[in-house]
């Protein structure tokens, strides 16, 4: 079964560009990288997503190198309101989404 | 994006008793949804995958008997918790898939939760 490591936490400062990497070695071929954020007592929410290469949208960046083993979500100007939980969980097959621990984010004033 | 509803965001419920939660698809059709269980601190669970008009397919460990899943349309499924215990109080979160197109496989979507209290 695919499994995911991040590192467990991260503390930033406002204002800060926020890089969190994930390791994914054995992603399938067919398979998208999908970052999702969550705050406490509440349920995931999509960030991005991306195949290869690099994607950005109104909130995040995400960097895929060519051998796709890993991937980084790129936060740029973190503030208060981003403290949070970020997770890139794997397609367990079916489509059923495999999460790993995550990374805690912490930013500071 | 898409919406994902969960029915009630709260409960408690007394030992022995069992408690449905609801979970839906608000604007669009998923003919498969998934249950998660997360507990304080700690990473989302998959539980089961949910099928509509169909048996619910559980991941190991997960008792069946226990945890009634049920998708009798293509926007709701329904978890019941059986002979809730303390030990099953925890946060249950479901997700639903839409159909995705030519720009990607599609976006998973999460409800806002539920958080259940067996006392």
């Known amino acids: 079964l695919a499994k995911t490591t991040q590192p467990i936490s991260m503390d930033s400062y406002e204002g800060q560009e926020v890089n969190i990497t994930c390791s994914h070695n054995?992603?399938?071929?067919?398979?998208?990288i999908t970052w999702y954020q969550q705050f406490p007592s509440q349920g995931p929410r999509f960030i991005i997503q991306?195949?290869?290469t690099k994607v950005t949208n109104e909130v995040a960046s995400l960097f895929i190198p060519a051998d796709r083993k890993s991937s980084t979500l790129s936060l740029p100007r973190v503030s208060l309101s981003d403290t949070a939980v970020y997770y890139c969980?794997?397609?367990?097959?079916?489509?059923?989404?495999?999460f790993g621990a995550g990374t805690r984010l912490a930013v500071h004033p | 994006g898409a919406v994902v509803s969960q029915h009630p965001s709260w409960v408690i419920c007394k030992s022995g008793t069992s408690v449905k939660i609801e979970c839906r698809s608000l604007?669009?059709?998923?003919?498969?949804m998934f249950w998660y269980r997360q507990f304080p601190k700690q990473s989302l669970m998959l539980m089961a995958t949910?099928?509509?008009?169909?048996?619910?397919?559980?991941e190991q460990g997960v008792e069946k008997d226990k945890f009634l899943i049920n998708h009798a349309s293509l926007t709701l499924s329904t978890l019941t918790v059986t002979s809730a215990h303390p030990e099953d109080s925890s946060f249950y979160i479901c997700s639903a898939r839409d159909g995705g197109g030519a720009g990607g496989p599609g976006e998973q979507y999460f409800g806002p939760g539920t958080r259940l209290t067996v006392t």
């Open positions: 949910s099928n509509e008009g169909s048996k619910a397919t559980y």
């Open positions: 604007d669009f059709q998923a003919t498969t």
């Open positions: 054995n992603i399938a071929t067919n398979d998208y």
């Open positions: 991306g195949y290869k």
């Open positions: 969980p794997v397609d367990g097959g079916y489509n059923k989404l495999i």
